[in-house]
């Protein structure tokens, strides 16, 4: 087929009925005369084009930021580096959990593009933290500050936000493959210094030896924290020499490698997973296999929400929207563009919120009356779904709504 | 008129919509009496109305024919110029600093962007023997009030170009310092209504085939003179009186604060456009040349009276229950539109007499279309903005 048609239209690239000079002029008048045309038709382009705001959107409105600036940059593989950010007044940060992710704002060609790094560094030092980045293929953040991030260079960010490990138990063994391991970091990092009774196991998979992230620092932990620390790797393409597990880390050779780890069998450790989704999907069917409880598996998946083309083209007119928080009831109007929190902040209103990014559930309202069209993916499970839950920081209203507010402290 | 009516009975509803907008348009190139104003009006009026090249959805590339005037004496020809553009220094303006945090609601009923009865909707159904539901209602003027503010954003586009090109082709070189601040002025316009549009209404309405041909008209014609009475003076004019009849109505705060900055502005446009024009037309032109400026002037003085029918509305909600006449007679005599064309030539007109575009050889033409009732009023030279916002308040009657 594309062979057919590259033949037939080599001929006429060389000889050209119209000369070039000529080209526009032609173009005009086909475009004159399809334009008569189609009206004698009664056939006519639509009135009005849709507008989404995205254009003035620029910086979020209402959400309160916090400016950041980047102390140091590591290299710690070819495709990814670690970002030391502090404050740039020097003032403490709050307090952060292991496990928990800043989102990064970051202006690229006008945009305003948000990305989620979980940290990657030692919890109980306070005035700074690092997040660790991996290149992305056409991830144009991540390509971004792989290239380009400096120390002096500042960032807004929004954070700390995740619920992943939040009370972590004593035994854990924790399941990482690619950039999935910079949460995993932060725990072995904070946990195994200030915590004697930990125990901790890390199954760590990559594609290569190039690509393993921190091999240095896990292998030294593994060194100063002996038995209480123990370390698998697993690579897709291992080189010559290579002792540990081989292949995707996946059914036999995860299982293999769980056979390999004591604490995997012991009743009362739980299991963290982060990486890819099906990794992690795999990591979840097997170890629902070998009798471990759904309670004690949880898992953390970044994801960068947007709105699906066919949805986009239904929130394409404001909405009016009620907001209703303990205290009151708030009519404000959601503009195309616009989320929900955004729209909720914009007008005065306490609503909670995190990482504004589908991320965190931190924003989690009800929605009790009309429809919204959600930026997927975002982290909100299916029950929640059915309980008519929604995301206030991924939502588009495409009717009028009404939306209550959760209570501080509220499930 | 034609009797197109007669002629395109047997079509079937769409395209005799389509061929009645021709005759329409065909009447009004019949009418113009001046062959010169017609030779100068035609090309535009094929460009906009048959090939409807504004709305083709790709950007329209117009030839440009005119030449740059450079002087490298700089002299101090102008101070009432170099006084405007002082004034016009000071005057500058940031438009981050509205309010864009409104929520802007279009289908509000307590600060409704545009009021009720603006087109007399209820007179409109009891015609056709229907009623509009209030939810029909607040989307018809949704339509209205966006198809309003594209249109505005459409002029200012025209207004931004066209203000470039009369400050390199006018001869005064205090004129083009001020030139500069009105491309500057211009351009902001284009970036509030943009954003308004963009950002509270969600929708942005094709350009009128009107406006694309006196946009269209004055871009192509070589003569500076031409360009600046259409631009300075007419079309600063209409949008002067449209603007100030949406900022009288609006009852959207956000609305009203930015028109009240863009007529600021539009305010010393006009002016300079009058102290320009006046001492060109009554000292250099010959009497023939001065005269065929004034017929052209009168036409489409007749174009914006007329022809501003809001017709894309009309496609979009009521072709084939209506006819293209009836909608006419319909908008004509709606309330609002009836008092934008009060305002826009209780402005125009007296500019025209200031310039000496009004001699009694064209009065008794002003005075058949209805027109002449203005001449008395006071011309932009005499006028601050602040006397024009105050007037938009009080005096003009709803």
């Given at each position: 087929m594309a062979a057919a048609s590259a033949k037939s239209t080599a001929p006429r690239r060389r000889f050209k009925l119209v000369p070039r000079v000529l080209e526009p002029r032609v173009g005009q008048l086909r475009r004159d005369l399809r334009v008569v045309l189609a009206n004698l038709r009664g056939e006519r382009a639509p009135a009005w084009l849709a507008r989404?705001?995205?254009?003035?959107?620029?910086?979020?409105?209402?959400?309160a930021t916090r400016e950041l600036e980047i102390s140091e940059v590591i290299r710690e593989t070819a495709d990814a580096v670690s970002l030391v950010l502090r404050d740039p007044s020097g003032a403490s940060l709050p307090p952060i959990r292991p496990g928990q992710f800043f989102t990064l704002l970051v202006e690229l060609d006008g945009e305003t593009l948000r990305r989620a790094y979980s940290v990657s560094s030692?919890?109980?030092?306070?005035?700074r933290f690092s997040v660790t980045i991996k290149r992305v293929p056409d991830g144009r953040v991540s390509t971004y500050l792989n290239d380009h991030a400096a120390p002096g260079m500042r960032l807004r960010a929004l954070g700390?936000?995740?619920?992943?490990?939040?009370?972590?138990?004593?035994k854990l063994v924790l399941i990482a493959g690619g950039s999935g391991v910079t949460p995993m970091m932060a725990l072995l990092r904070t946990l195994l210094t200030r915590e004697p009774q930990r125990e901790l196991a890390l199954i760590y998979a990559n594609r290569?030896?190039?690509?393993?992230?921190f091999a240095d620092a896990l292998a030294r932990l593994a060194v100063e924290h002996g038995p209480r620390l123990a370390v698998l790797h697993a690579l897709e393409?291992?080189?010559?020499s290579w002792s540990g597990a081989v292949g995707r880390c996946t059914g036999p050779t995860l299982a293999g490698m769980l056979d390999d780890t004591p604490l995997a069998s012991d009743p009362d450790s739980e299991f963290l997973l982060c990486g890819p989704t099906p990794m992690m999907d795999g990591a979840r069917e097997l170890l629902g296999a070998r009798g471990?409880?759904?309670?004690r598996i949880h898992s953390e998946s970044f994801l960068a929400p947007q709105l699906q083309a066919k949805a986009a083209a239904k929130v394409r007119a404001p909405q009016a929207v009620t907001i209703v928080t303990a205290q009151r009831e708030v009519g404000v109007v959601v503009q195309p563009g616009q989320t929900l929190l955004e729209a909720g902040l914009a007008a005065g209103l306490d609503m909670p919120y995190s990482c504004?990014?589908?991320?965190?559930?931190?924003?989690k309202v009800e929605l009790e009356r009309g429809e919204v069209i959600m930026r997927?993916?975002?982290?909100?499970g299916p029950t929640e779904r059915e309980a008519g839950q929604v995301l206030a920081c991924v939502a588009c209203p495409s009717a009028p709504c009404r939306v209550r507010v959760r209570e501080r402290g509220e499930a | 008129m034609l009797d197109s009516e007669r002629l395109t009975n047997l079509l079937p509803t769409r395209m005799r919509s389509q061929v009645d907008s021709y005759f329409e348009a065909l009447s009004v190139f019949m009418e113009i009496r001046d062959p010169k104003v017609l030779r100068s009006l035609a090309p535009s009026g094929v460009r906009g109305m048959l090939l409807q090249r504004g709305k083709q959805g790709e950007p329209t590339k117009i030839s440009c024919n005119y030449e740059a005037h450079f002087d490298?004496?700089?002299?101090?020809?102008?101070p009432e110029m170099a006084e405007l553009y002082r004034r016009a220094k000071q005057g500058q303006w940031d438009s981050?600093?509205?309010?864009?945090?409104t929520d802007v609601d279009p289908f509000d009923y307590e600060n409704?962007?545009?009021?009720?009865?603006?087109?007399?909707?209820h007179t409109l159904a009891a015609e056709l023997g229907t009623t509009f539901t209030n939810k029909e209602l607040a989307e018809f003027r949704f339509s209205l009030v966006c198809w309003l503010l594209s249109q505005f954003l459409h002029g200012e586009q025209g207004a931004l170009f066209a203000a470039c090109q009369v400050t390199e082709a006018v001869q005064f070189f205090d004129g083009k310092l001020y030139g500069a601040t009105q491309v500057m002025d211009e351009g902001r316009h284009v970036e509030v209504f943009n954003r308004y549009l963009d950002q509270k209404l969600g929708r942005l309405y094709q350009i009128n085939d009107n406006l694309f041909v006196i946009i269209d008209s004055l871009m192509t014609d070589s003569r500076w003179d031409m360009k600046f009475l259409g631009m300075q003076i007419m079309v600063e004019g209409l949008a002067l009186g449209a603007f100030g009849v949406i900022y009288k109505v609006t009852r959207e705060p956000l609305l009203r604060a930015l028109l009240e900055m863009v007529i600021q502005d539009e305010a010393r446009h006009v002016h300079y456009g009058v102290l320009a024009l006046r001492e060109h037309i009554t000292k250099e032109l010959s009497e023939r040349e001065r005269q065929e400026r004034e017929d052209w002037a009168f036409e489409v003085a007749l174009l914006m009276r007329n022809r501003f029918m809001v017709y894309e509305v009309y496609e979009e909600w009521f072709e084939g229950l209506m006819t293209r006449e009836h909608w006419r007679r319909f908008i004509s005599n709606a309330p609002g539109m009836k008092m934008f064309r009060q305002v826009m030539f209780s402005r125009l007109v007296p500019n025209l007499r200031a310039i000496g575009l009004m001699s009694e050889r064209i009065l008794p033409y002003y005075e058949k279309v209805g027109?002449?009732?203005?001449?008395d009023g006071v011309a932009a030279d005499g006028l601050t903005a602040e006397q024009m916002l105050r007037e938009l308040d009080g005096a003009v009657q709803y």
């Open positions: 989404d705001g995205s254009r003035y959107a620029g910086a979020p409105a209402g959400l030692d919890c109980s030092i306070r005035d700390p936000s995740g619920e992943f490990a939040r009370e972590p138990a004593r290569s030896q190039a690509d393993v992230i393409q291992p080189p010559p471990v409880a759904a309670a504004a990014m589908g991320g965190c559930a931190a924003c997927e993916p975002n982290c909100l | 490298w004496t700089y002299p101090a020809d102008q981050d600093s509205l309010a864009w945090n409704p962007l545009l009021p009720d009865d603006f087109l007399d909707p027109l002449l009732q203005y001449f």
